[in-house]
């Protein structure tokens, strides 16, 4: 009876416990891959490649998702917006929203997915088939070699591939507005620039820049902790893309609390 | 290929800073040519924000730059960046106020002289344009709410103080009046009817004065040719000098109301010294006995004796008939 009163403490206690040992092995890891930048020779060859796949690779679907959510965007706003509001704001809320929330947030999402998901299945593949091993045998600096890059690359491109995609987002509303909301170009660049403020921009790349880090760096935690297989790769993946959906979306409401 | 993805990155990068760059900047309303700095003052600057449009005669021709509250607290120093090649009125002004009813604000450059409503903050310095902001739709508001509470809490005082004893009072006190007002004009009616009766009775006692003057200068007429001894030439003398009195008294009286209580003295002073003279006359030892044997002279001089007692016993007896003091 006493044992079963004490489980879910139990339970509660064991998360608890494997939670904040996670956040120490990736703060341990995070602070390994830190120290690690200092090997340039080992990373600098490996960052194009990595530049390349994380960004540049992602720039398609990126820009695909961006161009849908202006048109959705253009469309509702305009099916809100009745009445006595200007047509305008439609071009306000689209501007708006492509570059505080949605251009950001939904850019990290979608690379959480696919960036997060390839690293962590790449580098847990590694991690069961003893090639990281091999590298500390061959006296490479594994985290120089397979993290720093990675992470660099993040940082770097997400905020391009994100303000591409605002780009893009801001225009694809703007052509809805003009074919489909009977609006003029003039109109909806009033609303875009009406409560335009530059620190706007700068808030979204400051915010991307940390969707990078967070969805390249879960992905290289989560596969350097692989265990079992192909199976325990598949559950990396799955857990590199869940851990970084959720640090995304808390980040989020972070950085409006603190910067807005 | 590594050429290939060297390429492929470097464009995606370039193309990713180039849309964040160039399009702030295009969204902030950049590339609008040469553009000069003016500057403006106020006192407040309502919901302006930085960015938001210049304009000139209804045309946009810059946005505004910076705003900061002076270190002196006393005004906001509003910063604007307009077309270089803007040509402003030489008693230019700039008028903060909301763009549309949606929340954005502007700043409109205009002449003062065609705008001068709003307290225009002229700050003591070169190159400062005096600027204003209009209140915007919540401060109204506030401000008709304020004025509602305000009549309100006079209303409730009127209607505290002025209950229906405070009514009855206010008529009870305008009724007074008006009695006070009846009674004043009465007053006013009876004084009059005095005055009037006064001024006839005046008059009447003047025109008596006159005649008796007229009989007694006769009857010393006569006398005067029938005196002979120096008797007669003292009591001619004394006579003489009662007339004088009496002729100044008959202009005293008729000329003035106001000496009227010396002309009554001077009378009876008068009187008395007649009344001796003819009681003199009268004696029949000495000589005006003799003379009072002319029946004529006799009766004209006790006629003059008799008006001049009856003159003086109505004085005596009546001197608010000669003389009257009234408020009124």
């Known amino acids: 009876m006493a044992e079963l009163l004490l489980r879910p403490f139990a339970a509660i206690g064991n998360l608890t416990l494997a939670g904040l040992e996670s956040m120490g092995r990736a703060w341990r890891l995070f602070a390994s891959a830190a120290v690690s930048i200092r090997n340039t020779d080992v990373w600098m060859p490996l960052l194009l490649p990595q530049m390349a796949r994380v960004g540049v690779a992602s720039v398609p679907i990126a820009l695909f998702i961006a161009t849908f959510t202006g048109i959705v965007m253009a469309l509702q706003a305009s099916y809100s917006l009745t009445g006595t509001i200007p047509s305008y704001f439609v071009g306000t809320l689209v501007g708006k929203t492509m570059i505080l929330e949605l251009g950001p947030v939904l850019t990290g999402l979608v690379l959480a997915g696919r960036v997060g998901a390839n690293i962590s299945a790449e580098l847990g593949t590694m991690r069961v088939t003893e090639q990281v091993d091999a590298l500390e045998t061959l006296a490479y600096d594994p985290l120089a070699y397979l993290v720093v890059p990675r992470l660099l690359a993040g940082i770097v491109m997400f905020p391009v591939v994100v303000l591409l995609a605002i780009s893009i987002g801001i225009a694809a509303g703007w052509f809805t507005a003009l074919q489909l909301l009977e609006m003029s170009s003039a109109e909806f660049v009033k609303g875009l620039r009406i409560y335009y403020a530059p620190w706007d921009v700068w808030f979204a790349v400051i915010k991307s820049l940390s969707f990078g880090a967070v969805v390249t760096g879960t992905g290289c935690y989560c596969g350097l902790q692989t265990e079992g297989g192909a199976e325990g790769v598949g559950r990396s993946a799955t857990r590199a893309v869940v851990a970084a959906c959720m640090i995304i979306l808390c980040l989020d409401a972070f950085w409006a609390a603190v910067l807005l | 290929m590594e050429r290939r993805r060297e390429v492929l990155v470097g464009l995606v990068v370039v193309l990713g800073i180039a849309a964040g760059v160039f399009g702030s900047i295009w969204l902030k309303g950049g590339w609008r040519g040469g553009q000069t700095e003016l500057r403006t003052a106020a006192t407040s600057v309502g919901a302006l924000v930085r960015g938001a449009v210049v304009k000139f005669r209804g045309v946009t021709v810059g946005s505004v730059g910076s705003i900061e509250v002076l270190p002196s607290g006393e005004a906001v120093m509003v910063e604007m960046r307009v077309l270089e090649e803007l040509v402003i009125p030489a008693n230019a002004a700039v008028l903060l106020a909301p763009e549309s009813m949606f929340g954005e604000w502007?700043?409109?450059?205009?002449?003062?002289?065609?705008?001068?409503?709003?307290?225009?903050?002229?700050?003591?310095?070169?190159?400062?344009?005096?600027?204003?902001?209009?209140?915007?739709?919540?401060?109204?508001?506030?401000?008709?709410?304020?004025?509602?509470?305000?009549?309100?809490?006079?209303?409730?005082?009127?209607?505290?103080?002025?209950?229906?004893?405070?009514?009855?009072?206010?008529?009870?006190?305008?009724?007074?009046?008006?009695?006070?007002?009846?009674?004043?004009?009465?007053?006013?009616?009876?004084?009059?009817?005095?005055?009037?009766?006064?001024?006839?009775?005046?008059?009447?006692?003047?025109?008596?004065?006159?005649?008796?003057?007229?009989?007694?200068?006769?009857?010393?007429?006569?006398?005067?040719?029938?005196?002979?001894?120096?008797?007669?030439?003292?009591?001619?003398?004394?006579?003489?000098?009662?007339?004088?009195?009496?002729?100044?008294?008959?202009?005293?009286?008729?000329?003035?109301?106001?000496?009227?209580?010396?002309?009554?003295?001077?009378?009876?002073?008068?009187?008395?010294?007649?009344?001796?003279?003819?009681?003199?006359?009268?004696?029949?030892?000495?000589?005006?006995?003799?003379?009072?044997?002319?029946?004529?002279?006799?009766?004209?001089a006790l006629e003059v004796l008799a008006e001049f007692r009856a003159l003086l016993a109505d004085i005596k007896e009546n001197p608010g008939r000669y003389v009257t003091f009234s408020i009124f």
């Open chain 2, 106 to 300: 502007q700043a409109e450059i205009l002449d003062r002289g065609e705008f001068g409503l709003p307290p225009f903050l002229d700050y003591p310095e070169e190159g400062v344009l005096p600027g204003a902001a209009l209140p915007d739709f919540s401060r109204l508001t506030a401000t008709f709410d304020q004025i509602a509470r305000n009549l309100t809490t006079i209303s409730d005082r009127v209607e505290v103080a002025f209950t229906e004893e405070t009514a009855m009072n206010l008529k009870g006190v305008i009724d007074n009046v008006s009695v006070v007002s009846d009674l004043l004009s009465e007053i006013i009616a009876q004084q009059t009817e005095r005055f009037e009766d006064l001024a006839e009775g005046v008059d009447e006692s003047a025109q008596e004065l006159g005649a008796a003057a007229r009989a007694a200068r006769i009857s010393f007429e006569h006398f005067d040719s029938l005196l002979l001894g120096a008797d007669a030439e003292a009591m001619m003398a004394d006579a003489s000098a009662g007339l004088r009195n009496l002729r100044e008294l008959t202009e005293d009286v008729g000329s003035s109301l106001g000496d009227m209580r010396s002309a009554a003295q001077r009378v009876d002073a008068t009187f008395a010294r007649v009344e001796g003279l003819l009681t003199a006359l009268e004696t029949p030892d000495g000589s005006f006995g003799r003379l009072l044997g002319d029946p004529a002279l006799a009766d004209g």
